[in-house]
Nanobody, 123 residues
Framework: QVQLVDSGGGSVQSGGSLRLSCVVS????????MAWFRQPPGKEREGLAS???????TYADSVKGRFTISQDNAKSALYLQMNNLKPEDTATYYC?????????????????WGQGTQVTVSS
């Protein structure tokens, strides 16, 4: 059973930074694509960043230049470094793993999801 456990959320002031982590376990074949999504209160889930098996990353315009996705294959871990956080970044953040295509930010491409970690940014 594939499991994703994400962590690292918290409350910060505008301009602050957080680093989210996601540990993946239980898989036979490494995920082809890992990604971070978020869902603000009352809004739809939004794809933020994705990274494929060779380390190529894609970012949504809303986070480009502020967020950095990375992975440590030896630790089966995925990270999201978030800098210059803004109040509009407040949301529940989810990591996701997929074995189909990558970089399209389509929820349907990801089979497994973390439980979510809350990020709150105050002004």
């Amino acid at each position: 059973q594939v499991q994703l456990v994400d962590s690292g959320g918290g409350s910060v002031q505008s301009g602050g930074s957080l680093r989210l982590s996601c540990v993946v376990s239980g898989y036979r074949n490494s995920p082809y694509c890992m990604a971070w999504f978020r869902q603000p209160p009352g809004k739809e889930r939004e794809g933020l960043a994705s990274i494929d098996g060779v380390g190529s990353a894609t970012y949504a315009d809303s986070v480009k230049g502020r967020f950095t996705i990375s992975q440590d294959n030896a630790k089966s871990a995925l990270y999201l470094q978030m800098n210059n956080l803004k109040p509009e970044d407040t949301a529940t953040y989810y990591c996701a793993a997929g074995w189909r295509r990558c970089h399209y930010f389509s929820s349907g491409d990801y089979y497994y999801w973390g439980q979510g970690t809350q990020v709150t940014v105050s002004s």
